[in-house]
């Protein structure tokens, strides 16, 4: 009875699982609800079932009882599939949500990972994430680490970085392993220097860095060449207490051997025993690998026969053979490298794919192509080893050193008919040696069927370079396809390959078919990586804006271009302010004005005056007084009458004031007309003191208002009760009447 129960409960599952599929496509009800049916409800599971068999054995009972847990996990598992299938097949909505409401109280962490993994899109993943948490989900470590890894992964990096400097926030704590995670990301972007920072960063905010995180920061600097940051950072690793493990060292003596630092690589080995690591395999075959890459082949065979000679674990095994023989390929070794072949045999190691290649790439480069075809053959034959990718990239690659192209394009041919992919590294040698012989339609084909089958993204296959693909961008840059070339680049971008010289080309190629923005935002991802662009990818990228009147984004690349420490010649930075003041945008053309005072650049006494002028009209009066200031203390000026003149103008007889008087205390000559016309304003708009201030001035240089000007001061001063100036007013006029009498009839 008991089994008839428990197939008709399996029976009734099948169907409820088709069920629920179809549903999720043709309901707008939520299908998984049907998961929560009575009969599968996880109160109705072991315990009850084992309460209606009561005459079963304790060890039957026990059984159940772990069929039971079984059972609440395979439902656990079944409800996260779900979810998941659930989202992947609708848009993020209301409606999703109102789906998706009731179930929240059953997720467990195990469910909500479980979903975040099989969610395909990294924002539905967050938008869940964000959800549940809305609805009163506590996430924990676990999940944390789960959304910030599912972020990284595919390069939305900003978020994953908001997410975890947020966790304090929400309850979880920091620790180690989320930095790791998201410097490992960045580093596989490419971004370098957002790598450091971020372990900066997380120094600072109290984490302590682990074996781990110093394993992983050692990784992404000696990527980049940084060997000394990493001897400085291995010091302050045994000063904070953290022990170096086997991997330390396997890193950092990998590392330097890579950098062409074998010695030191040495001596890491010998710093390895006093610190109590005992060098394993991958460490011999590292120091092997590295001797042979400076060309110490012998050597390397000697520390390989050393090995040997310990005995114990340390037995060289295919790595250790296929290293040395890659080694004496690339030392024109052939003879010793078949030797060494032959002696792998015999010790009882199979050759796997890459010792074939390594072997079939040094036979191509010593144009020992019958051998090549013997060794193919016997393999084939025997079944031993089929031909791959590498294979094939390395045979086109022969062919096309030979200048046999057309048969490399042939062999091409013959991947699809064994049914093997080509890869990155397969087209970039047909499309590189295609435009080498001048035949760029050919190679345009070639880079459309790339772009098309994305597969510079796969992560199968070898890291893209970009130099190889760079005789093609550059064609299409030149031949008005620098949208191709861009698509084709951010390919490339996405398996964190760069090259200076590409951003380069495809920023010239936007500007010159007038995208100048498309060309800034290049430009910004350079920076990003730690790339300088030259004094020419900044200056057509300014012209370019200029010549699309957006003189705001000219300013934003000028300023980038200064943090550069390249200069721009004065008549780009005229150009760039000329373009602002046109445009109403006299802020960003007063911060052109004092980059150029900071670089000592000529000025414009024209350009000058209008950026002052402009700054008044604006209400900046406070900057605009600054900026003149600036001037007139580096040895420059602007036309002060035009200004005063333009205020007045406006009716803005208090700014002209300020300008009138530094124009006095630096001996600049103003016309009588100007300051009366000034001090009459002032008195009308009840400034009587701002007017005496600068009647007092002009005395104090020598000259006169004029008697118009006086009167109307008078009159205001003595209104303010102002008498001992009003006083002092009236017996200037007095003089002024006097020499108006004898010398001046204006004064009359």
Not at 33 to 40: A, D, M, N
Not at 126 to 138: A, C, E, G, T
Not at 379 to 392: I, Y
Not at 469 to 489: D, H, I, M, S
Request: aromatic share 8%.
């Amino acid at each position: 009875m008991f089994l008839r129960h428990h197939h008709r409960i399996h029976n009734r599952l099948i169907f409820t699982r088709f069920k629920l599929l179809f549903l999720s496509y043709h309901s707008s009800v939520s299908p998984l609800s049907l998961l929560f049916t009575p009969e599968y409800h996880p109160k109705a599971g072991g315990a009850e079932l084992i309460a209606q068999h009561q005459g079963k054995s304790e060890a039957e009972a026990e059984e159940q009882r772990d069929q039971g847990c079984n059972n609440r996990s395979r439902r656990k598992r079944r409800l996260s599939l779900a979810i998941s299938q659930l989202i992947n097949s609708r848009p993020w909505s209301r409606d999703l949500e109102n789906s998706l409401h009731p179930h929240t109280s059953a997720l467990s962490t195990t469910a909500v990972v479980e979903i975040l993994e099989r969610v395909k899109l990294p924002s539905k993943s967050l938008q869940f994430f964000k959800w549940v948490q809305d609805k009163r989900f506590s996430h924990n470590d676990k999940t944390y680490f789960k959304m910030i890894e599912v972020l990284g992964r595919s390069r939305n990096l900003n978020a994953a970085r908001n997410l975890l400097m947020g966790m304090p926030s929400h309850g979880v704590q920091w620790e180690d392993r989320f930095f790791n995670s998201l410097m490992r990301s960045y580093a596989n972007a490419g971004l370098f220097q957002e790598s450091i920072k971020l372990f900066q960063k997380m120094k600072e905010l109290g984490v302590s860095p682990s074996v781990y995180t110093f394993n992983t920061i050692f990784s992404i600097l000696l990527r980049r060449g940084r060997t000394n940051m990493v001897r400085g950072l291995y010091d302050e690793m045994l000063r904070s207490g953290v022990s170096p493990d086997v991997f330390t060292f396997n890193i950092l003596i990998r590392g330097f051997c890579l950098n062409s630092m074998v010695d030191e690589g040495f001596r890491l080995f010998n710093e390895m025993v006093k610190q109590g690591c005992t060098p394993d395999m991958v460490t011999y075959n590292t120091l092997i690998d590295g001797l042979c890459r400076s060309g110490k082949v012998a050597k390397g065979h000697n520390l390989m026969r050393a090995m040997r000679r310990k005995g114990g674990e340390l037995i060289p095994n295919v790595v250790s053979y296929t290293t040395l023989i890659r080694g004496y390929c690339e030392n024109q070794s052939i003879g010793n490298a078949l030797e060494l072949f032959d002696e792998m045999v015999e010790q009882g190691l199979n050759p796997n794919e890459i010792t074939y290649n390594t072997l079939i790439q040094g036979l191509c480069e010593a144009r020992k192509l019958d051998k090549i075809k013997e060794i193919l053959k016997d393999v084939m034959d025997s079944g031993s080893f089929k031909p791959d990718t590498c294979t094939f990239n390395t045979l086109i690659n022969a062919h096309c050193n030979a200048g046999k192209l057309n048969e490399a394009v042939m062999i091409f041919g013959k991947l699809s008919e064994l049914g093997v992919q080509p890869d990155s590294a397969t087209y970039s040698v047909l499309i590189r040696n295609l435009c080498v012989r001048g035949e760029f339609q050919k190679a345009e084909e070639f880079a459309d069927e790339v772009i098309r089958s994305k597969v510079l993204i796969q992560p199968e296959g070898c890291v893209p370079l970009v130099a190889s693909y760079n005789p093609v961008l550059e064609y299409f840059c030149q031949n008005g396809k620098a949208e191709k070339a861009e698509r084709l680049f951010r390919q490339l971008l996405k398996r964190g390959t760069q090259d200076p010289c590409t951003f380069r080309t495809l920023i010239l190629g936007q500007c010159k078919e007038g995208r100048p923005e498309a060309g800034y935002e290049l430009l910004v991802l350079m920076l990003r990586r730690d790339f300088v662009p030259d004094l020419e990818t900044y200056s057509t990228l300014i012209n370019g804006f200029i010549k699309k009147d957006d003189p705001v984004c000219a300013h934003k690349t000028l300023e980038k271009m200064l943090k550069s420490e390249h200069v721009p010649r004065a008549s780009t930075f005229h150009q760039i302010c000329s373009a602002l003041v046109a445009a109403g945008n006299v802020v960003d053309a007063a911060s052109v004005m004092r980059m150029m005072i900071d670089k000592k650049i000529r000025q414009n006494i024209n350009l000058s005056t209008d950026v002052v002028a402009g700054l008044f009209a604006k209400g900046h009066g406070h900057d605009a007084v600054e900026v003149v200031r600036a001037l007139y203390d580096s040895g420059y000026s602007v036309k002060l009458e035009s200004i005063v003149d333009f205020l007045i103008c406006k009716s803005k007889f208090s700014e002209a004031q300020v300008i009138l008087m530094f124009g006095l205390n630096h001996d600049h000559e103003f016309g009588r007309e100007v300051c009366g016309r000034v001090i009459t304003g002032l008195c009308k708009n009840a400034k009587a003191e701002e007017a005496f201030s600068l009647f007092y001035e002009i005395i104090e240089n020598g000259e006169l208002s004029s008697m118009t000007s006086m009167k109307h001061l008078a009159i205001s001063l003595e209104i303010q009760e102002k008498s001992n100036e009003a006083a002092f007013v009236s017996k200037r006029m007095v003089r002024g009447y006097v020499t108006a009498a004898n010398d001046d009839p204006k004064y009359k």
